[in-house]
């Protein structure tokens, strides 16, 4: 048998493949990759995203990641079956419209694509449980995000969003929050409002402060404002019952305050490269502190002795 040739018309096709079962849970999968040169036994071949959209209508998943694709195709509102669709590394500049039709979706995925703007459509989504959307150039969220009752995820990283809409506090289910390189500089009231948030990244933002009523955020575990402009650590945040991970390196706070050392659940505090030159007078030894972390302060090494000294069970790495 000769070495198999594709004819010209069929180069630059997709290729689908369809996976069913998950648990007891049917489940088919169109998965698109582009290919130069099909194998016979690469899967049916597509000669269009379109045809392979018509002939499965039922499919619950849509990858698309990588497809180095600039549009959403029109036709996926005929997928209305679909829970997850995967746009991820691509160049999509504008919410095909149809995609808002997809009423059953749970997961979206838009990482790493061009997106300007988030069109108050995002509404419809009265499923959505994990919305993905870091890696663009947003710079502002709708009111409208506050209708996806049921979101527990949101990732908004690496945008340039300089606000938070109030509305955010009926996202009462919200348990993840990634806000990382942004611009922000205030949180508002509703943030305060997540009673069931447990993860909070802040970090690479402008925030000079964060005052609020963090103590009725009591689901809180980690709270992440690394690469901040903090000068102090607000007390409100000490107040969190259950925060767990703490991390403030790189701000520029001068000092610690003792309430840190008795909060009930605190087991990781980073606060490197800050300029904390002296920590509390008085530390209880019982601290649930595990790991401190202290390097780049311009701390002497007597008092890190005296620090190592009054928390014996905790590792302390510093300079």
Request: overall charge neutral; glycine content about 2%.
């Given at each position: ?52 959209i018509s002939e499965n ?112 506090a009926n996202c009462k ?21 997540l009673k069931k948030l ?122």
């Amino acid at each position: 048998m000769g070495e198999f040739v594709p004819p010209a018309s069929v180069l630059q096709l997709w290729q689908m493949r369809t996976f069913f079962m998950l648990g007891s849970l049917f489940l088919g999968t169109i998965c698109f990759s582009q290919v130069h040169y099909p194998s016979p036994d690469a899967g049916k071949m597509y000669t269009s995203v379109s045809q392979a959209i018509s002939e499965n209508p039922n499919a619950k998943q849509l990858n698309l990641r990588d497809t180095q694709t600039f549009f959403i195709p029109t036709d996926i509102s005929a997928l209305t079956e679909l829970r997850f669709v995967n746009l991820m590394n691509n160049f999509v500049e504008y919410w095909e419209p149809s995609l808002f039709k997809l009423e059953k979706l749970e997961v979206l995925d838009f990482r790493f694509n061009a997106l300007k703007y988030i069109p108050a459509q995002i509404s419809s989504y009265k499923k959505l449980t994990r919305l993905d959307l870091a890696n663009n150039y947003l710079n502002s969220i709708p009111s409208e995000i506050g209708e996806l009752k049921r979101l527990q995820e949101l990732h908004l990283s690496a945008n340039q969003l300089t606000v938070l809409p109030d509305e955010i506090a009926n996202c009462k289910k919200l348990r993840v929050i990634d806000l990382e390189y942004n611009q922000l500089h205030t949180l508002p009231d509703g943030f305060f409002k997540l009673k069931k948030l447990h993860s909070a990244n802040l970090g690479y933002n402008q925030f000079y402060e964060v005052n609020g009523p963090w103590k009725n955020m009591k689901a809180m575990e980690t709270l992440n404002m690394e690469f901040n402009r903090l000068q102090s650590i607000p007390t409100e945040i000490l107040e969190m019952p259950n925060l767990k991970s703490l991390t403030l390196n790189h701000n520029s706070i001068k000092e610690i305050p003792q309430a840190v050392f008795s909060m009930k659940n605190l087991e990781l505090l980073v606060v490197s490269q800050n300029q904390i030159e002296r920590l509390p007078a008085k530390i209880p030894n019982d601290s649930s502190i595990k790991t401190l972390i202290l390097s780049g302060n311009p701390i002497s090494k007597s008092e890190i002795a005296r620090v190592r000294k009054a928390l014996p069970n905790c590792r302390i790495i510093a300079d």
